[in-house]
């Protein structure tokens, strides 16, 4: 796979920086209470708090390790574009198809995909599709061999309400 876009909403960087702290600060300190606790009550070997307290150590290490690294690497996209009517990172849009079904999404940095929000990665053949394309144009889309004609219907750079 190529390397993931490194472009994030001011609210997406708020949100990793956030987990990072809950996991450092908070988690770590209470699975290490725990794994020294149960570490001392003897035999480690067929101790089941302490082999699933290690566990959970590694699992928030490597997280806290992973989001250390993604933070210092993502680029913080604030800006609304010159031109509010094209779609560029961070744009809501609204896609009508050719039954008239209705699609909202957002173009978001990989870090922040949910598609229940229908918030969509850049990276996505769809975002790529849509980067650089104006509100009212019509264009087709071909996933996975299917055709789907879509109308872009509205472009925004704030949360619809």
């Given at each position: 796979m190529p390397p993931s876009s490194?472009?994030?909403t001011p609210e997406g960087y708020q949100r990793l920086e956030q987990e990072h702290d809950l996991l450092w600060r908070i988690k770590r300190p209470v699975v290490t209470q725990a794994v020294s606790e149960a570490?001392?009550?003897g035999d480690r070997s067929e101790n089941a708090e302490y082999i699933y307290g290690k566990k959970q150590l590694r699992e928030i290490d490597r997280r806290v390790r992973?989001?250390?690294?993604?933070?210092?690497?993502l680029k913080i996209v604030s800006e609304i574009p010159e031109n509010p009517r094209k779609i560029y990172f961070g744009?809501?849009?609204?896609?009508?198809?050719?039954?008239?079904?209705e699609k909202h999404l957002r173009l978001v940095g990989p870090?922040?995909?949910?598609?229940?929000?229908g918030w969509i990665s850049i990276d996505a053949p769809l975002a790529r599709t849509l980067l650089g394309?104006?509100?009212d144009t019509e264009f087709p889309f071909i996933h996975e061999g299917t055709t789907t004609d879509y109308t872009i219907m509205s472009v925004s750079y704030t949360e619809p309400e």
């Open positions: 490194r472009y994030i570490a001392a009550l992973y989001l250390r690294k993604r933070l210092e690497q744009a809501w849009v609204i896609l009508e198809n050719e039954h008239g079904e870090d922040e995909l949910d598609l229940s929000k394309k104006e509100q």
